[in-house]
């Protein structure tokens, strides 16, 4: 089985495709299979988040690239700007995860917001597309390249490799995966 520990640089050349919805993009550990019906696995650090466009660098020098599958998903629009980003505001205020798009916000179905958001005028259709939501402004967001690849990449790199707020520098802390530990 493939298995991969740390992101490629975004101009690695790709040899495979990972298509997964934004709450399994979320699993830092797990045995997926790729589009080309390998399966892999991945063992990254605890918090990260794949994100559309990530590449995954595998233990043979094969590079995978991350796309968010399409979901269903409910798209927020508004006749002004104003509005938009006061939804934005109240979306914000409870830590959903939003995308933010030209004219809309996109978000995981729930009806509560949903019915909060309609209440603030603005329109909220469902739709099915890919999710990929901004990350934190505090780390939260991934950074495996020397420039945003995203609008909204904020982890701090040294050359091709990210440098986490505990990283001490010298290599990872983790053991070597062990196969059977993937759920």
Do not use: W
Request: aromatic share 4%.
């Amino acid at each position: 089985m493939l298995l991969a520990e740390s992101f490629a640089a975004a101009d690695a050349p790709v040899s495979d495709h990972l298509v997964l919805p934004y709450d399994a993009r979320c699993r830092s550990r797990q045995r997926v299979r790729l589009v080309g019906g390998e399966e892999m696995g991945y063992v990254l650090p605890a918090g990260t988040v794949l994100r559309h466009g990530d590449r995954l660098l595998a233990g043979d020098g094969r590079v995978v690239e991350v796309a968010a599958a399409p979901e269903e998903l409910l798209e927020v629009r508004a006749r002004d700007s104003l509005q938009l980003t006061r939804a934005a505001y109240h979306l914000g205020n409870r830590h959903v995860p939003v995308q933010l798009g030209d004219g809309f916000l996109r978000l995981q179905p729930d009806h509560v917001l949903g019915d909060m958001l309609r209440r603030l005028a603005c329109s909220v259709s469902e739709v099915v597309a890919p999710f990929d939501p901004e990350g934190g402004a505090y780390g939260a967001a991934h950074g495996h390249g020397e420039a945003p690849a995203h609008g909204h990449d904020y982890r701090p790199t040294k050359g091709r490799r990210v440098v986490e707020a505990h990283d001490p520098g010298h290599g990872p802390h983790r053991s070597p995966a062990k196969i059977h530990e993937f759920k």
